[in-house]
């Protein structure tokens, strides 16, 4: 049965397919510099963690350990990409829903949803529409975990970008929602979560 959503991207794939090509790419710059020096790392993922916990992102790659933290800010209540369900089964005091139910958009206190790609240079997660059980899952709680495969992080924000493919869309997630657009006071989880969280298995 079609929803909204498939509506809408039905009528971008119906508009988009009669033109003769697409637009590219825009051409990417690897030695541009984006973001500051950093500590020497072993691995993209320790660069990956540190540079979400810089950007007030948090990073778990222990499902009991992630748990913990859900039952210590009281969010036990949430929704979980049914693909990802199994590894969130059976933990203690942590109950989900695997169909997103508009009518609990206010009550759902975390969503579990696939994340696409960890960029290990901004720590910055990337969220690809096609791979998405429910685009509200990622946005609407005011915790979002993002499980990426150890495998799926990169160094550099152009190996991402090598990974669009002809996904209709793509958000680059780094840290929480923020916004500073009110006498330049910063506040968190305006516009989408705020807690930003990346599961690495």
Same mark, same amino acid.
């Given at each position: 049965?079609?929803?909204?959503?498939? =509506?809408? @991207?039905?009528?971008?794939?119906?508009?988009?397919?009669?033109?003769?090509? &697409?637009t590219p790419y825009p051409q990417w710059d690897d030695s541009m510099?984006?973001?500051? +020096?950093? $500590?020497?790392?072993?691995? +993209?993922?320790e660069l990956f963690a540190h540079k979400l916990a810089e950007a007030s992102g948090r990073y778990f790659d222990s499902v009991q350990i992630l748990? #913990?933290?859900? &039952?210590?800010?009281?969010?036990?209540?949430?929704?979980?990409? $049914?693909?990802?369900? =199994?590894?969130?089964?059976?933990?203690?005091?942590?109950? @989900?829903?695997?169909?997103?139910?508009? +009518?609990?958009?206010?009550?759902? #206190?975390?969503?579990?949803?696939t994340g696409s790609t960890g960029i290990a240079e901004s720590g910055t997660i990337m969220l690809k529409d096609g791979e998405t059980s429910a685009r509200l899952g990622a946005l609407a709680p005011w915790v979002h975990v993002a499980v990426i495969r150890q495998e799926d992080i990169v160094p550099t924000i152009g190996d991402a970008i090598? &990974?669009?493919?002809?996904?209709?869309?793509?958000?680059?997630?780094?840290? $929480?929602?923020?916004?500073?657009?009110?006498?330049?006071i910063l506040i968190q989880g305006v516009h989408g979560p705020g807690v930003q969280v990346a599961l690495v298995v």
């Open positions: 049965m079609s929803n909204d959503r498939d =509506s809408i @991207f039905s009528e971008i794939k119906k508009a988009l397919d009669p033109l003769p090509e &697409r510099t984006v973001c500051h +020096a950093h $500590p020497e790392f072993n691995s +993209a993922k748990a #913990q933290f859900l &039952r210590e800010e009281g969010n036990t209540f949430g929704y979980c990409d $049914p693909e990802l369900a =199994s590894l969130f089964e059976g933990l203690d005091g942590i109950s @989900f829903e695997t169909e997103y139910d508009l +009518a609990k958009v206010d009550t759902y #206190q975390f969503g579990i949803t090598s &990974r669009f493919g002809d996904d209709p869309s793509v958000i680059f997630c780094t840290g $929480p929602s923020k916004t500073a657009d009110v006498e330049g």
